[in-house]
């Protein structure tokens, strides 16, 4: 579709829809919506809002503004929790725009043309599957953490940088429509990882791009999923996310897979020794020595997996205990 058709489209269909997940989002909700109906476009946009069973007034805030009309605003409301990885894949599901651009309850645009700009990007290339842009990260006062990020440089990223950690922040993130309906059933198993499949499958039939603008703020609040789990939960989720994308993986990428995944394992076995978790170290070291090739990491695993023998041969020493 040229860009000409999209500014003569019927007002009927959306070219961009806006998924909103919230979940006791009262206090930031006014604020997501504010910066999505600020937004100047040359085409129809729609707003889906999926609730995931909200104990506060959070649907009535979001009926409010259905009610106020222009922009349509369709609500997706539970009577009970689903958990994020559901409301985030129905939500997607209900969208009927050509590309999906997604919108946490608590963060917020700070562009008016960041639509405009993503679609026109989107549209100059049929083999761009996701866009996004920096952000600033910033605390739920308003402090600024970090003017821009992430740290690396705009233009175009693909498979191999999706497999390395690219990430971007999921205020800047639009996609083609019909990604969302290739997520596999272990997407259910990764919570509250979201975004790193959507850019797995936008990768592994086209093109990443990043925009050099700073386009929204991703704020850092207090017990939300991402700031709340710490750095032991995040390195086993990416041990598991890297564990099921074998599933659909091309066999040419196995090997740098296995290898980041190898990686990954040292970095439980190093957090679960600093816990005290010796035993647990011990195992999580020996999956590191074993998922990449022989040689890949050899230096790294080998000394990981020596650590782990030695603390928990010492710690056995102390307490008197027997090796399983």
């Given at each position: 579709?040229?860009t000409?058709?999209?500014?003569?489209?019927?007002?009927?269909?959306?070219?961009?829809?806006?998924?909103?997940?919230?979940?006791?989002?009262?206090?930031?909700?006014?604020?997501?919506?504010?910066?999505?109906?600020?937004?100047?476009?040359?085409?129809?946009?729609?707003i889906?809002?999926?609730?995931?069973?909200?104990?506060?007034?959070?649907?009535?805030?979001?009926?409010?503004y259905?009610?106020?009309?222009?922009?349509?605003?369709?609500?997706?409301?539970?009577?009970?929790?689903?958990?994020?990885?559901?409301?985030?894949?129905?939500?997607?599901?209900?969208?009927?725009?050509?590309?999906?651009?997604?919108l946490?309850?608590?963060?917020?645009?700070?562009?008016?043309?960041?639509l405009?700009?993503?679609?026109?990007?989107?549209?100059?290339?049929?083999?761009?599957?996701?866009?996004?842009?920096?952000?600033?990260?910033?605390?739920?006062?308003?402090?600024?953490?970090?003017?821009?990020?992430?740290?690396?440089?705009?233009?175009?990223?693909?498979?191999?940088?999706?497999?390395?950690?690219?990430?971007?922040?999921?205020?800047?993130?639009m996609?083609?429509?019909?990604?969302?309906?290739?997520?596999?059933?272990?997407?259910?198993?990764?919570?509250?990882?979201?975004?790193?499949?959507?850019?797995?499958?936008?990768?592994?039939?086209?093109?990443?791009?990043?925009?050099?603008?700073?386009?929204?703020?991703?704020?850092?609040?207090?017990?939300?999923?991402?700031?709340?789990?710490?750095?032991?939960?995040?390195?086993?989720?990416?041990?598991?996310?890297?564990?099921?994308?074998?599933?659909?993986?091309?066999?040419?990428?196995?090997?740098?897979?296995?290898?980041?995944?190898?990686?990954?394992?040292?970095?439980?076995?190093?957090?679960?020794?600093?816990?005290?978790?010796?035993t647990?170290?011990?195992?999580?070291?020996?999956?590191?020595?074993?998922?990449?090739?022989?040689?890949?990491?050899?230096?790294?695993?080998?000394?990981?997996?020596?650590?782990?023998?030695?603390?928990?041969?010492?710690?056995?020493?102390?307490?008197?205990?027997?090796?399983?």
């Open positions: 579709m040229e000409q058709d999209l500014n003569s489209m019927s007002h009927s269909v959306p070219v961009v829809s806006v998924a909103i997940t919230t979940y006791n989002s009262e206090k930031w909700l006014p604020r997501a919506l504010d910066s999505v109906l600020a937004q100047r476009t040359s085409f129809p946009i729609e889906v809002i999926g609730d995931d069973g909200s104990q506060d007034a959070t649907i009535r805030v979001a009926a409010s259905r009610d106020q009309g222009g922009t349509t605003i369709r609500i997706l409301q539970r009577p009970e929790n689903v958990g994020i990885q559901r409301n985030y894949y129905e939500t997607f599901g209900l969208c009927q725009g050509k590309y999906i651009a997604w946490d309850a608590d963060d917020y645009w700070t562009d008016p043309e960041k405009e700009t993503q679609v026109q990007v989107m549209e100059s290339d049929p083999t761009i599957n996701l866009c996004g842009h920096f952000v600033r990260e910033v605390t739920p006062d308003g402090t600024v953490v970090q003017e821009k990020y992430p740290s690396r440089p705009p233009g175009r990223y693909g498979l191999e940088d999706v497999l390395r950690g690219l990430f971007m922040s999921t205020p800047s993130i996609f083609r429509s019909g990604i969302q309906r290739d997520l596999p059933q272990w997407y259910f198993d990764l919570a509250p990882m979201t975004d790193k499949p959507i850019y797995l499958l936008a990768a592994l039939s086209g093109g990443i791009v990043l925009i050099d603008r700073v386009m929204a703020d991703y704020v850092l609040t207090p017990g939300s999923a991402n700031t709340s789990k710490g750095e032991l939960f995040w390195y086993q989720t990416d041990v598991r996310f890297y564990e099921y994308m074998e599933s659909i993986l091309p066999a040419q990428w196995l090997r740098l897979a296995r290898s980041i995944k190898g990686k990954q394992y040292e970095a439980v076995a190093y957090c679960l020794r600093k816990q005290g978790e010796f647990a170290s011990r195992v999580a070291a020996l999956k590191a020595f074993c998922s990449p090739s022989l040689l890949d990491n050899i230096g790294s695993k080998s000394k990981a997996l020596l650590a782990a023998v030695v603390r928990e041969a010492q710690w056995r020493l102390r307490s008197g205990k027997t090796a399983n």
